[in-house]
């Protein structure tokens, strides 16, 4: 079966997936593309022989439209996603699921309504190599109880309309979801130090942050958020056990001596860096549709526990203070408790 997918968004990572889903995914056709700017909308759609479309409520409801991928704004998310559910329709959403706690809650009893899972969010890291391999290294209890988690998230640099609270909206989200993923933890309370601000940051930003999280386990994170780096995009997880550490590989690449020096590249952007993770997570929400499955990634569930602890760690940049996460209890239907 070809997976028919009708796209919502046809920007920077939507184009992205709409090449992903026609050139290396096999299975999966996209049918239908709509955005605010059509012209951009029939870019897109054209290469591929997709129609045009004038908005998502038509893309959602077109009859060659099997599953919705939702690549526009984050604001705009949560209709398009509750709009696909309504229609019994598998969708597909780019982070963040939804902008507020509340309309994930909205998502979260709609998709319960229905009786089955339909959601995927838009978190690749669970889908790399690197960040599998160090979850089974945790699971098989290789490193002792984890303790501690030290993290990374560095940016080579970002446009001057990202703003201080996009430290935990937009990039400390990665880690929010694939840590909770990691650790079968959940996320309790967060707090955000700054230290000394880069002088290559516009005014307006805080830049780096340092965010520490506490799990319901009292596992401690430190991320350390780096949007301005210059250097590269460079993530780093390190967990610390109570019988050894495992620490995320860097990307294979070749190392080469010369010159007096040895040297492996480090990615420039987040697309380079995660490809592969990209390519498995389409492959993988694709062929689950065609055996007519229910999606196994990151869930509506885990869509809102990301958004709620980002919106604590905004909270807690602009108060100081440690601001405790609140987290609704995990229903059945995701699996229960953390
Ligand atoms: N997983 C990841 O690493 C990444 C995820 N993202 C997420 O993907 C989403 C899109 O980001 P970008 O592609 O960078 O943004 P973008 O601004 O390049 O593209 C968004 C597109 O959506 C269109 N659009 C907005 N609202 C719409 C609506 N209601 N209906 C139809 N079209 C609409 C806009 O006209 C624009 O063309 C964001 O939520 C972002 O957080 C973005 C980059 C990386
Ligand atoms: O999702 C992403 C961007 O939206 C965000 O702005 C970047 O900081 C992240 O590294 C990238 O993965």
Redesign the pocket.
Known sequence: MTVRVGVIGAGW?GTEHIRRLTHTVTGARVTAVTDLDADRAARAAGPVGARVLPDGAAVVAAGDVDAVLVTSWGPTHAGHVLAAVAAGKPVFC??PLATTAEDCLRIVEAEQARGRRLVQVGF?RRYDAGYRQLKEVIDAGRIGTPLIVHCA?R?PG?PDT?TSD??AL?????EVDVLRWLLDDEIVSAQVVLPRATRHRAAHLKDPQIMLFETAKGVRIDLE?F?NCRYG?D?QCEAVGEEGLARLPDPAAVAVRGAGQHTTPVPT??VA??QDAFDTEFREWIAGIAAGEAPTGPSAWDGYAATAITTATVEALNSGAVVTTDLKPRPAFYGGAA
């Open positions: 990572i780019e982070k690749m998230h940016n970002v990202y996009m430290a937009d990039t400390a989200v990665h958020v949007v995009y993530i952007d987040w860096r995660f």
